[in-house]
T-cell receptor, first 111, second 112 residues
Framework: QQQVKQSPQSLIVQKGGISIINCAYE??????FPWYQQFPGKGPALLIA?????SEKKEGRFTISFNKSAKQFSLHIMDSQPGDSATYFC??????????FGKGTSLLVTP | DSGVTQTPKHLITATGQRVTLRCSPR?????VYWYQQSLDQGLQFLIQ???????AKGNILERFSAQQFPDLHSELNLSSLELGDSALYFC???????????FGAGTRLSVL
């Protein structure tokens, strides 16, 4: 069964806008929540990650918000750029073990 | 460049055949993970090896097997291939107990 649920499946945002992708997880034992970015023809690459003892983490234009009680976390991309157009995957895991991925969100940022 | 190398990049084969996918992890990484990416299922974990030993299994079919060699490279063997096995296969590596997994560029398998 899908342990991490991700929405929306696809997203179109205008340049300069905010992109928001949401994820929910079931297993409260997970303690690492990364977001991966994947461009066509490439493997996923780590974008940003958070541990459950923190409610928010920001790196440049990318922010993760984490709600432990609701078992939800989200990625916000501020000032979205055409170069951000890619597929984004949320995931959850424990250190040293496999990543449980959401099904991905295809983001298109229009000029 | 993640430092994880996968070969071949593309593989075209017929149903019933057997193929081997190869992965060289980042220097120093002892853990290797294999994932399958398909349009309908997303990225699914198949199997993990740590320093030559199998550590965890995910949604790996009995027709699939893997191993990690003393030089830490890993191979994923897919046999009795079916049309539904067509997918991207990714290898990732990490340090022991590490959170960050570095992914290779993948092998695109097409079963005709």
């Amino acid at each position: 069964q899908q342990q991490v649920k991700q929405s929306p499946q696809s997203l179109i945002v205008q340049k300069g806008g905010i992109s928001i992708i949401n994820c929910a997880y079931e297993n409260t034992a997970f303690d690492y929540f990364p977001w991966y970015q994947q461009f066509p023809g490439k493997g996923p690459a780590l974008l940003i990650a958070i541990r459950p003892d923190v409610s928010e983490k920001k790196e440049g234009r990318f922010t993760i918000s984490f709600n432990k009680s609701a078992k939800q976390f989200s990625l916000h991309i501020m000032d979205s750029q055409p170069g951000d157009s890619a597929t984004y995957f949320c995931a959850a895991s424990n250190p040293g073990y496999a990543l449980n991925f959401g099904k991905g969100t295809s983001l298109l940022v229009t000029p | 460049d993640s430092g994880v190398t996968q070969t071949p990049k593309h593989l075209i084969t017929a149903t019933g055949q057997r193929v081997t996918l190869r992965c060289s992890p980042r220097s120093g990484d002892l853990s290797v993970y294999w994932y399958q990416q398909s349009l309908d299922q997303g990225l699914q974990f198949l199997i993990q090896y740590y320093n030559g030993e199998e550590r965890a299994k995910g949604n790996i079919l009995e027709r699939f097997s893997a191993q990690q060699f003393p030089d830490l490279h890993s191979e994923l063997n897919l046999s009795s291939l079916e049309l539904g096995d067509s997918a991207l296969y990714f290898c990732a590596s990490s340090v022991e107990g590490g959170n960050i997994q570095y992914f290779g560029a993948g092998t695109r398998l097409s079963v005709l």
